[in-house]
């Protein structure tokens, strides 16, 4: 599995984090960015300090004392000449986790100001899979608009709206929720959560 992964600046730092910490556990590869947002959001949201998608790396592995399978390669976000803003190199899939409105309104509208904006642009008009995982609510007409337009686009819009039929004893519970949805998405099993049995 190779994947594209943009941490964009919204609230929900946890869906990144535990994604992230699933990735540890597969072989394979991502490159990764981060917003300078989605820095400072991560850093509000877990009492941390994260000045770099590195850093956020680091923490992921350090909280949960792992030692990732995964390979990562960071990205500068603002590096729209990177090998990932190029459709000669290959990737299966990008997921933009979480989403912010902005980045949801840029990539709808085809707007490749950074990294994140430029690789899905890509995913897109090279027909991969692009997961976008938005965390707001309520959502006004413009953001749903803007939502229709991505999934036309043929991108897959996979809310950060966890179920609760597994019975989630934990925030992390809630976070692999999302995680595992995407890994499903992704064609990849997960044992994050049991499936519904009927």
Known sequence: MKLVVGLAGASGSIYAARFLRALCDIEGETYI???PASLRIFSEEYETSVK???????FVEEKWKIKSKHKFHVRNFFDIGSDIASGSNVWDAMVVIPCSMKTVASMSAGLTENLIERAA????KERRRLIVVP????????HLRNLLAL?????????????????????????DFIAGRILNLLGHSQTLFPKWEG
């Open 52 to 58: 770099t998608t590195e850093d956020i790396l680091s």
């Open 151 to 175: 999934d036309e686009a043929g991108a897959i819009i996979l809310p950060a709206s966890p179920g609760f039929y597994q019975m989630p004893k934990s925030l992390d519970d809630l976070g």
């Open 135 to 142: 965390r707001e609510t309520p959502y006004n007409r413009i």
């Open 121 to 124: 642009d890509v995913t897109l």
């Open 33 to 35: 960015t981060a917003s």
